[in-house]
C-alpha cells in the first residue's frame, strides 16, 4: 500500500486533558542500495501511555509498510522491507497528532514489570549495590531512597558533553566520569534505582522548544517507588537548579516519546544486535546494520 491513516482515539483519558497538541513530522531519506538483496527500514511512532496519545498516524511512502509492535515495552514501528536493492533515494514521511500532558507524581495499583528491575547491558544494576546502600543509608521509604538518589546524582554530575565515553547512557562511565548529557544522567540514575530495588524505565523522545526543526533527543525516567509513578529528569535539574525540587517527581509536556527502553529488540526482530536506545529510523541491509537513513524532525504546536 502507498499510504496509511490510523486513527487511535484515547480511552483511557480525554484528549481535553492534556496540555499541549502537537504536529509530529518524522522525515525519513534512504539511500540507494541497487546492490542489496533486502533493505529493511523500521521507523519509530511515538508510544502512548497515560500522559502521551496519539490522535492521528499518517504514513506517506513509496513502498508498502506495516505498522508493528514490540512486546517487551510496547514501541511501534513502521517496518518497510523491499526486496531486490533500492535504485534510487527515497523518502519517507510519518506525521502524528500527539497530545502530551505534564506528569506528576501519580498513584499507582497495577504491578510494575519486572524488566523494569533488571540490568541492561550498560546499564549493570549489580555493580552499583554497595554505592546504592551508602547513598540511601538511613532512608526507610521507597520515595526518601529515590530523593536521595536523585540528590546524589544531580550534585554528583554536570551536565557537560565534551571528551570521549558520553551520550551513550553507560552506568560506570557516567558515574567515575561525573559529566556528560541526559542518557548519562538517567543511565546512573536507573543503575542506582534499581539497586535499590525501584524499579524505573527509561524513556526517550525529543525536547518541544518551538514550532520548526528539533535539534537533538531528550531522555527521561519513570521511576515507581512503592504505590506511584514519579517523572525523572535530573539532567535538566542540574542544568537548571531552580527547578531541581519541579523535577523530581515532574515532567513538563515540552517533548514527545518516541521509544522506551534499552538493548531494543524492534518488530519484527532485527538481525543485528539489540539497539542500545533508538529514537530514529534504523535499517538493515542484507541482514546487516548500515548508517544509510538519515531522519529528521519537524513539530508543531497545534493547541
Not at 554497595?130 to 540511601?136: F, P, R, S, V, Y
Request: charged share 25%; glycine share 8%; aromatic share 12%.
Amino acid at each position: 500500500m502507498k499510504k496509511l491513516l490510523t486513527i487511535a482515539v484515547a480511552v483511557l483519558i480525554s484528549t481535553s486533558a492534556f496540555g499541549a497538541t502537537y504536529q509530529l513530522t518524522e522525515t525519513v531519506n534512504v539511500k540507494p542500495q541497487p546492490d542489496a538483496k533486502l533493505v529493511e527500514i523500521w521507523i519509530p511512532v511515538p508510544y502512548e501511555n497515560r500522559w502521551q496519545k496519539i490522535e492521528k498516524i499518517e504514513v506517506d511512502s513509496p513502498y508498502s509498510f506495516t505498522l508493528q509492535k514490540e512486546g517487551e515495552y510496547g514501541n511501534r514501528f513502521i517496518y518497510i522491507s523491499k526486496e531486490g536493492g533500492v535504485k534510487e533515494p527515497f523518502r519517507v514521511k510519518v506525521k502524528v497528532i500527539v497530545d502530551r500532558k505534564e506528569v506528576s507524581p501519580t498513584k499507582r495499583n497495577c504491578p510494575v514489570p519486572l524488566r523494569y528491575y533488571l540490568s541492561d547491558r550498560l546499564v549493570p544494576v549489580e555493580k552499583f549495590k554497595k554505592l546504592a546502600e551508602t547513598i540511601t543509608a538511613g532512608k526507610k521509604t521507597d520515595l526518601e531512597k529515590m530523593r536521595a538518589v536523585y540528590d546524589y546524582v544531580v550534585s554528583h554530575m554536570k551536565y557537560l558533553k565534551v571528551g570521549k565515553g558520553w551520550g551513550r547512557g553507560d552506568a560506570i562511565w557516567a558515574c567515575s566520569a561525573k559529566h556528560g548529557n541526559c542518557t548519562d544522567f538517567h543511565s546512573l540514575f536507573i543503575a542506582l534505582c534499581r539497586a535499590a530495588e525501584i524499579p524505573a524505565l527509561f524513556e526517550i523522545g525529543i525536547p518541544v522548544n518551538g514550532d520548526g526543526v528539533v535539534k537533538g533527543y531528550h531522555c527521561w525516567v519513570l521511576a515507581f517507588p512503592k504505590g506511584y509513578t514519579y517523572g525523572i529528569d535530573a539532567s535538566e535539574a542540574a542544568k537548571h537548579p531552580e527547578k531541581r525540587k519541579y523535577y523530581f517527581g515532574h515532567l513538563c509536556d515540552h517533548r514527545i516519546g518516541i521509544t522506551r527502553g534499552r538493548d531494543l529488540l524492534l518488530s519484527p526482530a532485527q538481525h543485528g544486535n539489540r539497539i542500545n536506545f533508538l529514537y530514529k529510523a534504523y535499517e538493515e541491509v542484507d541482514l546487516q546494520p548500515v548508517n544509510g537513513v538519515t531522519t529528521t524532525y519537524t513539530v508543531k504546536r497545534l493547541k
